[in-house]
């Protein structure tokens, strides 16, 4: 499997994103796909995650701001964030399982 993470930029607080996540390869092994983010001088923590039965689960920090969805047709997970604040700013990276794999990451920048 491998995974393409696309969507970040520069963004004002209050501002909107969509992160992308193309999976590529075995995709039908697939059980979960999750964003993480690593803030700078922080370790990487889980944003969100969606299983196969649709269901998600969120970081404290970003529900009722951030929603995770899946477009099987098109082997994508979507990433879409409202209300971003400064403390969003990272490198977001998508992440399958089973097999284990990280996408490359893509930066959210959110300017005060």
């Known amino acids: 499997v491998q995974l393409q993470a696309s969507g970040g930029g520069l963004v004002q607080a209050g501002g909107s994103l969509r992160l992308s996540c193309v999976a590529s390869?075995?995709?039908?092994?697939?059980?979960?796909i999750s964003w993480y983010r690593q803030r700078p001088g922080k370790q990487r923590e889980l944003v969100a995650n969606?299983?196969?039965?649709?269901?998600?689960n969120y970081a404290d920090s970003v529900k009722e701001r951030f929603t995770i969805s899946r477009d099987n047709a098109k082997n994508t997970v979507y990433l879409q964030m409202n209300s971003l604040k400064p403390e969003d700013t990272a490198v977001y990276y998508c992440?399958?399982?089973?097999?284990?794999?990280w996408g490359q990451g893509t930066l959210v920048t959110v300017s005060s």
């Open positions: 969606i299983s196969t039965t649709d269901s998600t």
């Open positions: 992440y399958s399982i089973p097999p284990r794999a």
């Open positions: 390869g075995r995709t039908f092994r697939i059980k979960v």
